[in-house]
């Protein structure tokens, strides 16, 4: 009955077309009659006779919310509302028109189609991606070409068996997730705790890797980029596991071949095992003489084998000293002072501290 | 002529000269102030000074603006806010945009009218870190006034009334972060605070000792005073220099003035103010060490019923009430390596996660605190209950 009255009560809505100006982000009310034209050009006070709400999915959620910031006026005989703020993408907004309190209010939704993602990211390869790995290796590093979403790494990368079994918690979870700053390098490590003897995960769990056996690590192929697009297809990277690796890179081993003075040919270095490829460029250094660093790039091989070093500017006759970080780490996380993995008993409680060690070559 | 009644005209001469005493100083200020658009390039910290002036520091454009809100209308009473439980929700309907992308960078309450200033941006950028704060992610462009009952306007920045000072020396536009990888730029100006017609404005310099403590006569001149800041981080074990003053504020102790400056991980500090001097570097007293990674995000003072209290809100801890009894009793500072929580005691109150804090009324405080559903509520709490 009450619903009966309200509806005789209320006036006819307005009528009108709207349209979008993406440019000037303007929404603009054609085909108004002159009756509603001339109350929206002196509204009543305090009524709101235009009102804009960024999307309608929410205001149906919460019943009320305010309205979008924005001014509207009437420029001959179209209505013309301008955001104070661009339109926001992929949204349903809803324009209320009611020229009069008592009229039933006209509505309209418009949304600015949403920009075209970009091609979703892809998944270039791993590190190391050798089909054998020693039973202690402690990580690997994933690239993407792209920058990746946060959020969602563990749940797309999985360890199984060669019968296709999930192997339960192998990796470190990181709540903040291991990105390199543009985020297209995840750092993944499998436990410490289960690759170290002697400690509780180890002796209840043992190591995430057994030496002798097979793997698959898999990255799913939902995992989403940044804009939200999936990977794509899953990717299997299958490999079998050699015995642990319990020795720590001999630096003394490493083979250097100096270039010839006067051009930019790469300073050579042949390392005694793989290394880890991502630490190489931040854990050696080119000194010349007098100690000053040379600018410059290096480049790992892919294997992690070997590591070349090509100056910024010629190569000068004199002598030279490569500074190698003992911070520096095979696959296993055993850096040039200490194994990753040590027996207590064995010593070396409080390991020495690091330090920098030098190769010095001569560049004639 | 009519002689007026003697208790008239006492009352008069008593109004003339409370009027004069208490805002002889800010009406000499605000007339020097300009009419015209005020352009900072990110509203990084806000606090109120008298009469409704806000002072904004924009740690992008190393200055400092006092805005004539031309907010002086008492409020009518002492009642809270209205509790909003989605505020992102609400502010993002009113600029167009999901409450995912609606970031607050600052929040400063005017005594006089209660009315709740807020400093915004659109888009969360790229959030990867625990450790970093709104202003790391993008530059506050928005300034918005919510009034008791919840609802919001834009303040206007053309036509404003302001006055502006450089921040001589900030720490230089293209100097990161050694690990969190942002630019330290925006730390230029971390914390404002207004006491006895100065203004206080912690942040980084581009001294060696970056951590520095400046002071601005208001109304502004163009001199202005920076002492480099030195504290013992007892959790750390080390003298640490270059990081800054994350909140603080001006606290008597025994008849003393002094600063009392929370830190990133999470050292207390006090300062005393007769120790600022420009070109001075000066050590603090590490008074606590109150948690590792955790952010103390805002600190306030205020005397309720003859009890003064101190209100520290945290990005990884609860709210900590401290007593400045206990304070004043830590005669010794914090100089040798300690376990992460040590030195003066403090209340817990049941807060986490309580993004801003501010003294609303005499009988109020009012939180901004990341709820578990996961919304941004803002709702006062009773000072009787602190």
Redesign the interface.
Known sequence: MFWCCLALLLQPPATGEIQLDVTEQTVTVTGLSDADLALLRAPAPGHEAVRV???RA??AE?GD?????GRWRVVEQRLVFQ??????RG?D?LLVVQPRADQAPSTWVFSLPDLPKPPAAKFVGLFPDSDQVPENLLRWYLFFDQPMA?GYAYQNIRLEDEQGRLMGSPFVVVP??L?D?A?RRLTLFLDPGRIKRGVGPHLEHGSPLQAGRAYVLVIDGTWPDRHGSPLGADVRHRFRVTEADRRSPQRADWVLNPPPAGGQTPLRVVFDEPLDREQVPRFLDVADASGTFLPGDWWVQPDGRAATFVPHRLWRTGTYALHISSRLEDWAGNHLIALFDHALEENNVGVAPHQTFTRVFRVD | MRSIPLKVMLVLVATVLLVADLTGATLLARAEFNEGTMEPKSMSALTFGPEGILFIGDSVGAQIFALDTGDRTPAANMDPVAQEADLEGKIGAKLGIPAGDVLIHDMAVNPISQAIYLTVSRGRGEWNSPFLLPNDLGNASILLRMDKSGDFSEVKLNKARFSVVAVPNPVAAEKEHRWKKTKLRVDAVTDLAFHDNKLYVAGLSNEEFASTMRVFDFPFKKQNSATQLEIYHGAHGKWETNSPVRTFLPLEIEGKQHMLAAYLCTPLVSFTMDQFEDGKAVRGKTLAELGSRNQPLDMIAYTHKGKTKIILSNSNRTIMIFDPADIAAQKEGITTEVDHKAGVPYKDLSGVQVQQLADFNEKFVVLMQRLPGGKLGLYCYNKDWL
């Open positions: 709400y960024f999307d929410s205001l919460r919310q305010p309205t979008m910031m955001g104070r703020f661009p339109f926001s949204y907004h946060h903040e997730e990105w700053p985020r």
